[in-house]
């Protein structure tokens, strides 16, 4: 089992920045942001693998979003910078997925109850 705690959410300004973090229980392979906005299906923001901290975006925040990890904390942040509006949504982070089909939310194993972002002025 592998809890997850999400915080850093909240009401931020168009072109503003926003990091959200994940204090996990224990350690995990592989660890992921995801984001559902109202009326849409939860997508893929970006997902880091411990072992030798490999990363990967969705193209949509590719340049603008860094997810990394304080190893001693056990915790792995999403940093938003350039928000848009379109941005806005839950974000929610999960832990342990197979290699293969990471980007797609059913096959990932656990999941923080998720933090409201806001992109709006």
């Known amino acids: 089992q592998v809890q997850l705690v999400e915080s850093g959410g909240g009401l931020v300004q168009p072109g503003g920045s926003l990091r959200v973090s994940c204090a996990a229980s224990?350690?995990?392979?592989?660890l992921g942001w995801f984001r559902q906005a109202p009326g849409k299906e939860r997508e893929f923001v970006a997902a880091?693998?411990?072992?030798?901290?490999?990363?990967d975006y969705a193209d949509s925040v590719k340049g603008r979003f860094t997810i990394s990890e304080d190893i001693a904390k056990n915790t792995v942040y999403l940093q938003m910078n350039s928000l848009k509006p379109e941005d806005t949504a839950i974000y929610s982070c999960?832990?342990?997925?197979?290699?293969?089909?990471?980007?797609?939310?059913?096959?990932?194993?656990?999941w923080g109850q998720g933090t409201q972002v806001t992109v709006a002025s």
């Open positions: 999960a832990a342990d997925a197979p290699l293969s089909g990471y980007t797609d939310y059913r096959t990932w194993n656990y």
């Open positions: 224990r350690r995990t392979f592989i």
């Open positions: 880091l693998w411990r072992s030798g901290a490999n990363t």
